[in-house]
């Protein structure tokens, strides 16, 4: 068994190079660094674009606020939902293909309309597999790492109950936020850059989400107050997990967060008692640094 379980702190070295169970191969495809997503946007949107037709994923479930779907939004939106309809399954396919199965997060990944998360001049690539700059030298991660870090933390080890609370730490444009919001029952999301706070806030009101709560402050504190909750994602990468974070899992709960600084591997962290705590190291990734305060 090469799960690890340990007390934490874990130490850098316990953390890092191989020391848990990898699950899976290197992650493939870009990888959301400011300089990749600005390759990204200024490459043209080829990618996967003789996909197949996807697997019909299951339907999405229906959260207490519902994202409108083309045929019932409003018509300044409906034609701007109905095209970009193929194109999100389109991306929804590559992702399975990529390895995710939970036909849940594939379905919440259908629905977000990913354009709505990217300005303007940007939005024809918005269903590429790739992350793409969002300002403030921040990114908008790639569909495919959204779906695996949520698909992740969602695998039941808390006997197949459903996801009531999570925690989203590093909002950004609020698109993975969104995608949560169809997996969980309540969402918070924390983002320690104050108008990127108030970008995604910007960008979630026309969907209209009721079960989500954007929180502006240091994620790396999370939100006692709310806590437990039934999982955890880092959007951004640490050299460890901050302790405050793994207190705050509810026992049986995972957090997923990339550790790393050049190098950067996926590690699912599970509480398993009241100071126990095990972890996995999973695929390589890249994202951008974890950082402490506001600004
Ligand atoms: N979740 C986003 C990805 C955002 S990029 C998506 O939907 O694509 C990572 C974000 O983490 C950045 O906006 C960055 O400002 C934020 N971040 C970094 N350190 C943080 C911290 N300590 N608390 C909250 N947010 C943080």
Known sequence: MSDQRSNFPLPLS??????????????????????????????????????????????????????????????????????????????????????????????????????????????????????????????????????????????????????????????????????LSFVAKEVYSIERIKPLHELAKTNLRPLRISNLRLQYGDGMLGLPQVAPFDGIILAAAGLEVPQALLEQLAIGAHLVAPVGAQVQHLHRITRIGKSEWTSETLEACHFVPLRPGTI
């Open 14 to 179: 316990s953390v890092t190079g191989g020391a848990g169970r990898t699950t899976k191969p290197a992650a493939r495809g870009p990888v959301a660094t400011p300089q990749t997503a600005t390759r990204n946007a200024a490459s043209t949107a080829t990618q996967g674009g003789s996909a197949k037709a996807p697997p019909a994923p299951a339907p999405a479930p229906r959260p207490p606020s519902y994202v409108p779907k083309a045929s019932s939004a409003p018509a300044a939106q409906r034609s701007d939902l109905m095209a970009t309809e193929a194109v999100r399954r389109a991306m929804v396919a590559r992702v399975a293909r990529q390895g995710v199965a939970n036909p849940k997060v594939l379905a919440a990944l259908e629905t977000v309309p990913r354009h709505l998360f990217i300005e303007p001049a940007l939005s024809s690539q918005a269903y590429i597999d790739a992350s793409l700059p969002i300002g403030h030298n921040q990114t908008i991660s790639q569909p495919y790492i959204v779906a695996r870090m949520i698909e992740l933390m969602s695998e039941s080890v808390r006997g197949g109950k459903a996801l009531e609370r999570v925690l989203e730490i590093g909002t950004g444009c609020g698109y993975q936020a969104a995608v």
